[in-house]
């Protein structure tokens, strides 16, 4: 059974910075792309960034926030990260990480298992 347990949320100043964690179990994690998601009050969930297997390991984003967030992986560990830099109030969602359900993937992800999400809230 796949679980992903997201944690690292919580009240920042705008041009603050946090680091989200996602730790998965179930299934081989290295082999899995996983993706961070946003939705904010009164709004649809929206992609914020992916990050290839291990073997690939190529990221996107959106482009809402290229330049400000990075994601990574630490395959020992069964993580995936988000760090957040120059966080504006318009960041301000619940954040939630996904795993593909597709191993080894190269193409379309499938966005097949989600975690409970961690509101990230951004003051002006």
């Known amino acids: 059974q796949v679980q992903l347990v997201e944690s690292g949320g919580g009240l920042v100043q705008a041009g603050g910075s946090l680091r989200l964690s996602c730790a998965a179990s179930g299934g081989t994690f290295v082999t899995y792309a996983m993706a961070w998601f946003r939705q904010a009050p009164g709004k649809e969930r929206v992609f914020v960034a992916a990050?290839?297997?291990?073997?690939?390991?190529?990221?996107t984003y959106a482009d809402s926030v290229k330049g400000r967030f990075t994601i990574s992986r630490d395959n020992a560990k069964n993580t995936v990260y988000l760090q957040m830099n120059s966080l504006e109030p318009e960041d301000t969602a619940v954040y939630t990480c996904?795993?593909?359900?597709?191993?080894?993937?190269?193409?379309?992800?499938?966005?097949?298992?989600w975690g409970q999400g961690t509101q990230v809230t951004v003051s002006s």
């Open positions: 990050i290839r297997w291990s073997g690939g390991g190529s990221t």
């Open positions: 996904a795993r593909d359900s597709v191993p080894w993937n190269s193409g379309p992800y499938y966005w097949g298992y």
